[in-house]
Every structure is written in structure tokens, then in C-alpha cells.
């Protein structure tokens, strides 16, 4: 692993540091209730940090966790004091991100690509909400619907122009993958710059996302543990797990421990118990787990 500076809210730290367990795609707080007009959702807002604090200490503690990338970034309740103090008290290191998340949850009217580039670059130079933490990842962006609109496809374009000027990572959610990663690839960013979060169905879909360079993120609760093993092993036994990311993916209250959900364990507890039922090696695991989430953080440092 390079040793390169990762841009964690609690400082810079090594990424040869990192000794175990990332997981590269999660919330720690949201808050998305407001722009759909919902006063009280549990499907729609995470606020809990004691108890997010102490399920990663319990990772920490029991299944090696040592990084956490939080995909909470404009309009979507990201709040940098919760991720500093969730990082202290759980002593797993934790990335904030910027960008600009899809329709409805952007308030960026007709700006243009320019300006919402600037915005980003404001933060990224200069430290989000008007604290000291800096985010060292750009995501989640992408689109609320079946295909992007041009104010989404604007922010993914902005995204993109971001990265390149800052070389932080980007990291996309939306139902069309493929065509979020067209625009951004069609910036001229590398695709070992981007993590595709990929919810879709077909395997073939996928095999395009990593044959382009880039890394397809799968989310244990998104997707459910059936179709997450089958996407990830399609992608295993044809050769690309140098570009799968696994994570649990957990971004509302209900799916916490406390409130009766799997938890932020549920990538160790259910899918990692999967692949290797059906005898993806230790090597692999700790190549998708480890060294894989750490390639895309610092692809653009090296």
C-alpha cells in the first residue's frame, strides 16, 4: 500500500496504516427527511451517534474494522462534529465526503458546472460546514431517478471536475450505473477513481462497470445478502475482484442494532460468511475488504 495521506475528520493518516477491515461505503448521520416533506421517517434519517459509536467500536474490537467512508454530503444531513466524535469514541478512522447529492436533495437551482465545481473545491480546500474537517472523498452523487437530469447530470459533471482538480476519490448511487459513470468517465476522470454503488440485478452489468476500470461498490442491505454474493462471486470467478467493494451500506435508523436491524455488521455476519461457503479464499476476502477500498481512496494520490 503507497504511503499516502488519507484525509480522515479526525486528520491525515496513513493508508499503510489501515491494518484491517474498510468499509467504503456507509452513513453514520442523514437526515433526508425534509426534502420529500416528512417530519418523522425512520427509513429516512439516522441521528444515533451513541449507538453507531458503539457498533464500530464493537467492529473495531471484533472484526478488525479500522475504516469507515461516510457518503453523506450536501443536502443529505451531513454533519462533521458527529463523525469526528463517532471516530474518537469508536477509535475507527472515518472519511467524510463532499458533492452534491441527486434531486430532491440538492438546492443548487440553475447553476452551472463552473460554479457547483467551485463549491466543491471550496470544501474540499477549505473544510466543510465551516469546520476543520476535509473531506477526502466526493459522493455519494448521482440520480434520483431512472436516468439523470440536467441539473443531476450538472452536479456529476462537477463531481468529476472535482476530482481531477483535487484527486479524491468519487463515489456514484443511482439506478442507471452505467450511464453515471459514462458521464463521469466522459470528464476524462479515470475510472480507478470511481466506485460505482451498483443495486441492479444483472451480473453482465456489473462485468461493464469493472471492465471500464472502475470499482463496483455492492451494499449488503441494498441489494439483500442473495444478490450481493451473486454479483460478487460472478465478479470473483471472472477475474475482477481487484475491482469489487463490499459494504453494508446502512443509512437509517431502523436498520441500526438498537432499533432491531443487522447493524453495521452485516456484511461480517452474513455475506462475508457466503463467499466463503462457496470457497472465496482469505486472500480474496482480504483483497475486497482491504486492499481493493484502499486503492480507489488513494488512486488519485499516487
Known sequence: MPDVLLRTVTGPVRAASIEGAVLPHEHLRTDMRWAVGIESDPHRWLDEEAAVTAELRELRQSGGLSLAVDLTCLGMGRDAGTLARVAAGSRVAVIASTGLFADPFTTVGDADTDALTGLLMEEISSGVDGT????????????????????EERCLVA???????SRLPVATHGRNALSLLEILLGENLPGSRVAVGYAGAEPAAARKIA??????SLGVLGLGPDQAARIALGLIEDGLADRLLLS????????TRKYGGPGYAHLFHDLLPRLRDADVGEDTIRLVTHDNPLRWLTSGLT
Do not use: D, K, N
Open 132 to 151: 476543520g474537517v476535509f473531506p477526502g472523498v466526493i459522493g455519494e452523487v448521482g440520480c434520483w431517478g431512472a436516468e439523470p437530469t440536467p441539473r
Open 248 to 255: 453494508t451500506g446502512l443509512s437509517r435508523v431502523a436498520q
Open 159 to 165: 463531481a468529476a471536475r472535482a476530482s481531477l482538480r
Open 211 to 216: 471492465e471500464a476500470g472502475a470499482y463496483v
